[in-house]
């Protein structure tokens, strides 16, 4: 089964092609980081603007990147949501149209659902149910027991900032450029990061949630306080803030798997590519769980692309679960 995944969610544009759910004919990303960065942040309009101008050239470069023509592909796969809604609605609308010019079925799939399944994509290993699915994003934070294909339970979320969001405004805040999290994560590779004790948020609270919010608000008071922070220094930050979110992360997804008795555990979204993260986690799974399997996320599926929504598209067809009626779902979360 051929599908063409297409994802407009926020500022990068991008369609795939995708055989039976997992091999990856073709990826196409055109970013629109270079454009945004002058503005610190991904402003909707300009995005949208950006989406128009690059949505056929991109599925164009997909298609021909995997070889086939248009009339090969099976059915089309479309992010309805969450995201920016002018950005949701160029992906719709083309996809709309190019279903309805070649006579093809079209699935909505939820971005979040796409970061889960972006796990199913080039990799060799089953995943074994239930599992666990931490899904880091630049506008989410949630921790999904995936019971079966399609079934998800989301048992912890964040209560205000997501983990890829205090990235970039913690960046903000040291002036250090964007998106942050990348950023961060580099100049955390010469810092300390014991060097500033942050708090570890919400870590003994009872339930899966997370708050970063006030993490933020602490290296706010610092920069206030020290407004001259020398090179070394802001190493050491990042380091320690890197750090503190990250054992956040970790202490929290090794809670839910121990409670919720995972076979499989693993990541989703622009936050699984750091280092420190991916590191933390697969050690501590196996120091205290040895008998749960990480499955580690592929680099390049870790931020948007179309192929994870074809992925999870894939399910869906299988299923004979298409979508009659597209709704733009701009604000919905993982509770399909
Ligand atoms: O999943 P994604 O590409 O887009 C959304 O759906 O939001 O995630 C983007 C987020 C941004 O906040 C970015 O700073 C963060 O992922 N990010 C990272 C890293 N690479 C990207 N955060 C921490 N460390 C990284 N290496
Ligand atoms: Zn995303």
Redesign the pocket.
């Known amino acids: 089964m051929l599908i063409l995944g297409i994802d407009t969610?926020?500022d990068d544009t991008s369609a795939a092609v995708i055989k039976d759910g997992s091999f990856v004919l073709s990826n196409v990303v055109s970013s629109q980081t270079e454009i945004h960065r002058e503005f610190g942040g991904v402003v909707p309009e300009v995005a949208a603007r950006h989406h128009i101008e690059l949505i056929i050239p991109v599925i164009k470069q997909a298609l021909a990147k995997a070889n086939i023509t248009k009339e090969q592909i099976d059915l089309i796969a479309i992010t309805n949501g969450p995201g920016l809604i002018t950005s949701l609605m160029v992906g719709i609308d083309t996809a709309k149209s190019l279903a309805y010019s070649l006579n093809k079925k079209i699935i909505a799939i939820n971005?979040l659902e796409g970061?889960i399944y972006a796990n199913w994509l080039e990799n060799k290993n089953k995943i074994i149910f239930p599992a666990l699915c931490l899904i880091v994003?630049?506008?989410h934070t949630e921790l999904v027991i995936i019971k079966d294909h399609l079934n998800y339970q989301v048992i912890g979320q964040t209560r205000d900032d997501a983990a890829?969001?205090a990235?970039?405004k913690v960046a903000k805040l040291l002036n250090i450029g964007y998106?942050?999290?990348?950023i961060?994560?580099k100049l955390a590779d010469n810092g300390d990061n014991q060097a500033y004790n942050f708090p570890r948020p919400m870590i003994n609270s009872k339930d899966f949630d997370f708050s970063f919010s006030g993490l933020k608000t602490e290296i706010l008071k610092l920069t206030k306080k020290h407004p001259n922070l020398d090179k070394q220094q802001i190493n050491n930050i990042c380091a320690s803030f890197q750090k503190a979110v990250v054992d956040t992360l970790v202490f929290k997804t090794i809670k839910a798997a121990k409670e919720y008795h995972v076979k499989t555990i693993m990541l989703g979204?622009?936050?699984s590519?750091?280092k420190c993260l991916r590191k933390d986690i697969k050690q501590k799974i196996q120091q205290e769980i040895p008998n749960s399997h990480f499955s580690l996320l592929k680099f390049q599926f870790t931020?948007?692309n179309g192929a994870m929504i074809a992925a999870a598209a894939y399910q869906h067809a299988i299923r004979k679960k298409f979508t009659d009626f597209i709704k733009i779902a701009p604000e919905t979360n993982l509770i399909l």
Do not use: L, Q, Y
């Open positions: 969610s926020c971005h970061h994003s630049g506008g890829g969001e990235f970039d998106p942050g999290g990348p961060i994560s979204g622009g936050v590519a750091n931020s948007d």
